[in-house]
């Protein structure tokens, strides 16, 4: 962008000096390079939405007896406790980390409606069964406190 050279205003003909940006006469610029080009906005493009997932904290979990091997429903609270079970009545300590679950259960946070998830599901996104609701699957046993 070179500055003004000097010479006859292109508008009025008044003689200007060099280096000046508008004539003082009819304030025409004399620099077209400093002429305000006009400004495009750019072309809108909307963002994919989100679907939102609630956390879902299991409240216990499914697993077989030690001794009938039938599906025994126990709730996360009763880890750590001597149990027994209902069908058979063997007692046996309930220790989280020696417990191979068969699945879990949880209420669903849009419905409320209980679900039964496989081990798989945990900590990954899916869809209520019931209602369609986004939710994700949390063990509370390795939740971050």
């Not at 004539?23 to 006009?38: S, V």
């Not at 499914?62 to 880890?79: D, G, K, V």
């Not at 669903?108 to 990954?124: D, T």
Request: charged fraction near 20%.
């Amino acid at each position: 962008m070179p500055a003004w050279p000097g010479g006859d205003c292109p508008e009025c003909g008044e003689q200007m000096p060099a280096n000046v940006i508008r004539c003082a006469t009819c304030r025409a610029l004399l620099n077209n390079d400093l002429a305000i080009k006009p400004i495009v906005p750019p072309e809108f493009v909307p963002l994919p939405e989100i679907a939102t997932s609630s956390d879902v904290s299991l409240r216990g979990v499914y697993l077989p007896c030690p001794a009938c091997t039938r599906e025994l429903r126990i709730s996360q609270n009763l880890f750590g406790q001597r149990v027994q079970c209902r069908f058979c009545h063997h007692p046996f300590d309930l220790k989280r980390e020696s417990a191979a679950p068969l699945a879990g259960y949880a209420s669903c946070p849009h419905c409320h409606q209980e679900l039964r998830a496989a081990p798989k599901y945990l900590g990954i996104k899916v869809s209520c069964r019931h209602c369609g609701g986004s939710i994700r699957l949390v063990d509370p046993k390795s939740a971050p406190a």
